[in-house]
């Protein structure tokens, strides 16, 4: 059995026990995410503000204004708190969002649409693709 990389205490706080480098990759998704925000030009720019079911309201720029602004505030809270060795449940909430974010980004710029796809790509992508999919499960799991 793999170790469990975030485990809820008791006090209802989540430990997180991920290596360096494991922390190395989340703070570059959210740094990111971040750089995203501020140049138009950044690959991962239509990834900050893509609805999650478009018909619902990709024609309201408040929503999507909301939505990127949220985007941007959990990846800071994600770079306060990435070396830190617990979160709570908002921080754990922040981790996945920001993550999830990324995960998209990374599909959408490698042009992967199927999970088929994956095994294609560059080991490098890949690698990232497939931490990026263990964190979030991981993640899900204890939220």
Do not use: K, Y
Request: charged residues 30%.
């Amino acid at each position: 059995m793999a170790p469990r990389i975030f485990v809820r205490r008791r006090d209802g706080r989540i430990e997180i026990r991920l290596s360096d480098a494991g922390r190395q990759l989340v703070e570059h998704v959210a740094r990111e995410v971040l750089a995203a925000d501020v140049n138009p030009e950044h690959d991962w720019r239509p990834s900050l503000s893509s609805p999650i079911t478009p018909v619902d309201d990709m024609d309201d720029p408040l929503v999507v204004l909301a939505r990127q602004s949220e985007v941007t505030s959990h990846a800071e809270l994600v770079i306060s708190t990435v070396h830190e060795e617990f979160v709570n449940d908002e921080e754990a909430w922040a981790w996945l969002c920001t993550l999830q974010v990324g995960l998209r980004a990374i599909h959408v710029g490698a042009r992967v649409r199927r999970e088929s796809e994956i095994e294609a790509l560059e080991p490098g992508v890949r690698d990232t693709l497939r931490s990026l999919q263990s964190l979030l499960w991981a993640l899900a799991e204890i939220l």
